[in-house]
DNA sequence: ATCATCCATCACCTCAGCTGATAGAGAAGA
DNA sequence: TCTTCTCTATCAGCTGAGGTGATGGATGAT
């Protein structure tokens, strides 16, 4: 049982199968031959095993003892993790990276971002949450999250700093099959009072005020796959960020959706922000992330900090 | 350093986490609450971290105590499998099961019973490997695998064991838009002669004996998916597996090319074989599976063992 | 045959981790 | 408020696992 198995015992087994000799993993070790050979003695007699075939001159590696040494490797790097984890720590790096992302964000701009991030902590663990509109900003509140990628309306919250990244332009749009695309001309306001948008809402407050709601008949959505499946299948029409119609307008599945007079015609366009808590510095992995975003996109407002 | 940390510090570490008190993980692992106190000690010491809040009447973990249980979590459980594994061996179970297979043989009758093999034998690595015509036989003999399901020409070889497992019956196709494909009648050995041959070969022996050939024109393919894909584009016809073609021949992307007179006619199935050496005994897990296999598929054949 | 190097075994020594006792503190209940 | 139970930290003393260096037998190269 792991009440004997020792990291020590494996670090010298996998040290003899990488120089092929006791007395030369004693000398990479720094200890005495027979300290090396009693610690394999050990090991073979607890676990009940021949690691080594000792009858040449060299001891030669068992079939068994070849698929402990590459056992014994996954294990010497796991614990490796667990003391780079510590050695983080104490360097600021916070133990854990947890981003909260709003189901609206498209992660497409963030890979590099965050794959440069796994490259220069590649010890940090870190997760992803969704949870709604809202959902994102909700998490930074609760302590949830450190990170939070979400679209804040209608300015940016007092205790919150917010880095903005890229505009996020909202599209109406519809299915060829719906009434309103067939029209022949741009819909009224009247027109649109007559069917159903289909409104992505926050679950916390699905009654609640929600981006840019023309009529009264509104079926509301926490989940963007199940609102896209009812956009296509000709249920109602929406308004979508493009980057995530871009491919349904391609290829006509969807169309835009010409409104005259629509009251959100003038701010058809959100913000993607990175925020964190105000009162709550973030670490040096979320810091690092923090400013390789803002090289990477360089937005134009400087909305950052104030 | 590794040569610091022990499994013992991580296994105490993870007890106090499960248990929320140091005199509970003594109690537990039958040792006095100093001992435990003082192994935690020495851990934050060499480590560097604070693991505990211990201003309450209980400690509770910090933010970085809770991400290193986590990571304690994977060590110690990869040092299970270490021990798991070395436990195997001493029951007969193999360290490794190397399984060869060709790359005519599908896969999808083999799944349940590799599950199940899955499910008897969690810890065993498996292997899997693809070669070409003929490989798994090969690597059978090098002793890179124990066992091989393939497809054995002409009987099976004295040196091996052989249980048959399932008929694969092969079937000339060709594409519709291939000029066999309009004749309109059954094509001649003329005919034939007239076209590519699309032939599965055996990377050791390029120029050697393939099954069914008829004409002179033959482009050898090592890569089942390469030959397919020039089936497909029409640049020949070839003898396939049924399993492999059935979706194609159902969506009309190819045709069965009825053959007057072919030489492979009465011969037209070959016996999928789950075969290893006379002359080395398969371990625990590899008799296991062929026991099971043996049973899922019970073929009226008495060919095995003879 | 000689030499260098290998691993196994031995006797002895050291110190990490164990024990039980003690002190101070928190939490719950009367 | 007091009592009781339970908690962790620290201490002094003890034990045995793992270290050392020496020795013996064996292998492999010259």
């Known amino acids: 049982m792991i009440g004997s198995l020792t990291l020590d015992q494996l670090r010298v087994l996998v040290t003899i199968a990488d120089l092929g000799s006791f007395s030369a993993a004693g000398r990479q070790l720094q200890r005495a031959q027979s300290a090396i050979s009693q610690t394999v003695a050990t090991l073979e007699g607890i676990q009940g095993v021949r690691l080594f075939d000792r009858s040449?001159?060299?001891?030669?590696?068992?079939?068994?003892?070849?698929?402990?040494?590459?056992?014994?490797?996954?294990?010497?790097?796991?614990?490796?993790?667990?003391?780079?984890?510590?050695?983080g720590t104490r360097e600021g790096i916070e133990p854990e990276l947890a981003v909260a992302i709003d189901p609206l964000?498209?992660?497409?701009?963030?890979?590099?971002?965050?794959?440069?991030?796994?490259?220069?902590?590649?010890?940090?663990?870190?997760?992803?949450?969704?949870?709604?509109?809202?959902?994102?900003?909700?998490r930074l509140r609760r302590g949830e999250a450190a990170l939070a990628f979400?679209?804040?309306?209608?300015?940016?919250?007092?205790?919150?700093?917010?880095?903005?990244?890229?505009?996020?332009?909202?599209?109406?749009?519809?299915?060829?099959?719906?009434?309103?695309?067939?029209?022949?001309?741009?819909?009224?306001?009247?027109?649109?009072?007559?069917?159903?948008?289909?409104?992505?809402?926050?679950?916390?407050?699905?009654?609640?005020?929600?981006?840019?709601?023309i009529g009264s008949k509104a079926w509301r959505f926490v989940d963007l796959g199940r609102r896209l499946d009812f956009l296509l299948a000709g249920l109602g029409w929406c308004r979508m960020p493009e980057n995530l119609v871009a491919p349904f307008l391609d290829d006509g599945r969807l169309l835009r959706l010409r409104i005259d007079d629509d009251p959100a015609a003038?701010?058809?366009?959100?913000?993607?922000?990175?925020?964190?808590?105000?009162?709550?510095?973030?670490?040096?992995?979320?810091?690092?992330?923090?400013?390789d975003l803002k090289t990477r996109f360089e937005m134009p407002l400087s909305a950052y900090g104030s």
């Open 150 to 213: 979400c679209l804040l309306l209608p300015v940016v919250p007092e205790d919150l700093v917010a880095l903005p990244l890229v505009g996020a332009r909202l599209l109406p749009v519809v299915s060829p099959t719906h009434p309103l695309a067939q029209l022949g001309r741009a819909a009224t306001l009247a027109d649109i009072e007559e069917h159903v948008q289909l409104v992505l809402s926050d679950p916390a407050a699905p009654e609640g005020a929600s981006y840019g709601i």
């Open 105 to 138: 964000v498209p992660t497409a701009p963030l890979i590099e971002s965050l794959r440069a991030l796994r490259n220069v902590f590649p010890n940090l663990p870190v997760s992803f949450s969704t949870e709604g509109l809202r959902g994102a900003e909700r």
């Open 56 to 87: 040449g001159h060299r001891p030669r590696l068992t079939e068994v003892g070849r698929a402990l040494v590459g056992q014994a490797r996954l294990v010497l790097a796991s614990a490796g993790r667990f003391e780079a984890l510590a050695a």
């Open 266 to 291: 003038s701010a058809n366009s959100l913000t993607l922000y990175a925020a964190h808590m105000r009162d709550r510095p973030l670490g040096r992995a979320g810091r690092w992330l923090l400013d």
